[in-house]
């Protein structure tokens, strides 16, 4: 018997031919495809690492404190929570590309804005349009990179778009501490003009035009309303702390508000009729699911805030530039990009618990070892724990976004990546909110203007060491916060597929 020729092969297994022809094309639109979607996640990680290296700066110019500054990044993340998993819903109804080429264009047009703002409330305002467009992109990203790939490809997939998230992270520090110190902070906004025009280009040309449903779509805006009271008054109430204390009228009631609105949101998302928002079967039938996205959380809620962190310690205390901070930050997301595409290889072959287990187990140990930073801390101190903390990332990220995505039916892919964005964003702004109220309440009044501008007052020493102890505080909490992931990520199970045939995952 002839033995198949490779052509005959490839398509009795369903690969395309990396060849010239039909075939061939079908192949590299899907390359093109996935690019697509890796550009444009990577634009929203890019901004947020090149902010957090310009953050003093910003704040220097605008004269804003330390608790009007961590605003900056957290005005992203609240409309993004809010509204990717609507986004992602009315994607799975409408098409894709429409509504991702659109949050490229949004994104682009607000970064414009935002590098031409001249106060920090437009600055604000503006960024909070931008996370609009953030949720556009990354409730559409990870399910157009998805379903571009057959099954046996959706690790190695994934484990690419991870990386390109991480490849934003890289650039964004170094390049936004670059453009930070030669062409000021403006001008780290004003590069994604260039790159989004090129991107939104790209998506409207190569995307394909996908058949929109005939149904009648039904917005879960109760819902959405809710989880909104929820977030915002929990994250206002995070930031009144700082300035008022525990025991303040308007504290005790924005937290007794979130309270109420989140114990209304969950009966009510599990007996709404038509789509919720949230799909609180997903958690409540499915252990993958539910126990993925509890340490994806964790995980945000730990690291996030380390780049920041790090750079108001390193500029406001060691009195780094802007492009060393940069470089300082760089191994974190190096390390990231080098690991996810094997670790979502190595997904595919033994499933996402132990990968997922060890990353998290690597992020506490890297987070213990940042909080005991002091006044003498070494540049290769603080260079290898990024790295090792880069090193958790890079086992956690794929596999994990890999068996969540896997563990729903196709017709629940934009619900599922709309989930995971909305869990991702809740735990940057709850993380960031709480070490910004660590970090606040141990700084004198008025110490973090005092440290970038005048360096040798009196109150400058005495905030150069309330930083650090702050610092210490901040690192360790985040440091309990992992190990709570490392455990979440220990007692995941097998998926099961709502509204689709089970498939055997290996975890």
């Known amino acids: 018997m002839t033995e198949p020729s490779s052509r005959e092969a490839c398509q009795a297994t369903g690969d395309p031919v990396r060849g010239s022809g039909p075939e061939g094309e079908v192949f590299l639109r899907k390359k093109i495809i996935l690019l697509i979607a890796c550009i444009g996640t990577s634009m929203s990680p890019y901004d947020g690492g090149a902010v957090s290296v310009?953050?003093?700066?910003?704040?220097?110019?605008?004269?804003?404190?330390?608790?009007?500054?961590?605003?900056?990044p957290m005005a992203t993340l609240v409309p993004s929570a809010v509204l990717q998993i609507l986004f992602g819903r009315l994607a799975d109804l409408r098409g894709r590309k429409n509504l991702y080429s659109a949050g490229v264009g949004l994104f682009t047009l607000t970064s414009l804005l935002s590098g031409l703002s001249r106060s920090l409330p437009q600055l604000i305002t503006f960024r909070i349009f931008q996370g609009i467009a953030g949720a556009l992109l990354w409730?559409?990203?990870?399910?157009?990179?998805?379903?571009?790939?057959?099954?046996?490809?959706?690790?190695?997939?994934?484990?690419?778009?991870?990386?390109?998230?991480?490849?934003?992270?890289?650039?964004?520090?170094?390049?936004?501490?670059?453009l930070t110190q030669h062409g000021g902070w403006r001008s780290i906004f004003l590069l994604n003009v260039v790159v989004g025009a090129i991107t939104f280009y790209l998506s409207r040309t190569f995307l394909p035009d996908e058949p929109v449903k005939r149904q009648r779509i039904s917005f879960d805006w109760v819902g959405a309303l809710l989880f909104a009271v929820f977030l915002i008054s929990l994250l206002l109430a995070l930031t009144f702390v700082q300035i008022a204390g525990w025991l303040s009228p308007w504290v005790i009631l924005l937290l007794i508000l979130s309270i109420l609105a989140l114990s209304t949101f969950i009966p009510f998302e599990s007996r709404t009729s038509g789509e919720p928002m949230l799909d609180v079967s997903l958690f409540t039938q499915n252990r993958l699911f539910r126990a993925a996205n509890t340490a994806a959380m964790m995980n945000y809620m730990a690291i996030f805030g380390a780049p920041y962190l790090l750079s108001l310690y390193l500029q406001g205390v060691l009195h780094y530039n802007p492009s060393r901070v940069g470089l300082l930050l760089i191994p974190q997301p190096v390390m990231?990009?080098?690991?996810?595409?094997?670790?979502?290889?190595?997904?595919?072959?033994?499933?996402?618990?132990?990968?997922?287990?060890?990353?998290?187990?690597?992020?506490?140990?890297?987070?213990?070892?940042?909080?005991?930073?002091?006044?003498?801390?070494?540049?290769?101190?603080?260079?290898?724990?990024?790295?090792?903390?880069?090193?958790?990332?890079?086992?956690?990220?794929s596999p994990n976004n890999s068996a969540i995505m896997g563990s729903v039916g196709r017709g629940h892919l934009g619900v599922a990546s709309g989930t995971v964005g909305t869990v991702r964003i809740v735990g940057m702004s709850l993380g960031l909110a709480l070490i910004s109220t660590i970090m606040a309440s141990a700084l004198p009044q008025g110490g973090f203007i005092n440290l970038l501008v005048n360096r040798k007052s009196p109150i400058t020493l005495v905030?150069?060491?309330?930083?650090?102890?702050?610092?210490?505080?901040?690192?360790?909490?985040?440091a309990v916060i992992a190990v709570v992931g490392l455990f979440a990520s220990l007692v995941r199970g097998r998926p099961v597929l709502l509204n689709s045939r089970n498939r055997r995952q290996g975890d």
Do not use: H
């Open 54 to 72: 310009a953050l003093p700066m910003i704040g220097e110019d605008l004269n804003a404190g330390l608790s009007a500054l961590f605003w900056i």
């Open 139 to 178: 409730s559409n990203s990870a399910a157009i990179a998805t379903e571009s790939f057959p099954e046996r490809e959706r690790g190695k997939a994934m484990g690419f778009y991870v990386m390109s998230v991480y490849l934003g992270l890289a650039i964004g520090p170094v390049l936004g501490g670059f």
């Open 463 to 478: 905030a150069r060491e309330g930083m650090i102890q702050g610092l210490r505080q901040a690192f360790l909490f985040c």
């Open 336 to 397: 990231m990009t080098i690991l996810s595409p094997l670790a979502g290889r190595l997904s595919d072959r033994i499933g996402s618990r132990a990968l997922t287990s060890a990353g998290m187990g690597f992020i506490a140990i890297s987070l213990i070892l940042l909080s005991r930073l002091g006044l003498e801390s070494s540049a290769i101190e603080i260079l290898a724990d990024m790295a090792l903390m880069g090193i958790g990332m890079g086992l956690f990220s």
